[in-house]
């Protein structure tokens, strides 16, 4: 089984890439249960629910550049904007997605970090509830 490094991976919101502030990217696939019990099952039936997917970002914050923290602050409560992750720099996923969480933490006698979590919502096109492509 052959592995590959995360160093060459991409990631980009709203057209704009923010790999080079990021340390990790995770894209997470949620399959939730439905439950379809009728009153004579002696147990349980769950089935597959609608899948969500959910990407998580976290990096160094950075002023000069202002990718990261322009980027995601200006789309906070607005419309969703395209995402595309790549965790090998070449084969990823993309969609649409809004911005449901934005995290600075600046410790003392350490970098400033940001966080944020992007929540799928289109395939082509915003709230078309379209999967992401896998390209």
């Not at 990407?55 to 923290?69: L, Y």
């Not at 995601?72 to 595309?84: P, R, T």
């Not at 410790?107 to 390209?135: E, K, L, M």
Request: with cysteine; proline share 4%.
């Amino acid at each position: 089984m052959a592995r590959t490094h995360g160093k060459d991976a991409d990631f980009s919101f709203d057209s704009v890439a923010l790999e080079d502030e990021l340390n990790t990217v995770t894209l997470t696939f949620d399959v939730p249960e439905a439950d379809a019990t009728a009153f004579a099952d002696t147990y349980q039936v769950p089935i597959a629910g609608k899948p969500t997917a959910t990407i998580e970002v976290q990096g160094s914050w950075d002023p000069a550049s202002s990718q990261g923290d322009a980027t995601i602050f200006n789309e906070l409560g607005l419309e969703a904007e395209e995402w595309d992750f790549e965790p090998d720099g070449t084969t990823g996923y993309d969609g649409f997605a809004i911005c449901t969480r934005y995290q600075i933490v600046a410790n003392i006698n350490d970098v400033i970090r940001y966080s944020a979590t992007f929540r799928h919502n289109g395939g082509s096109a915003a709230i078309d509830g379209a999967a992401p492509r896998r390209a």
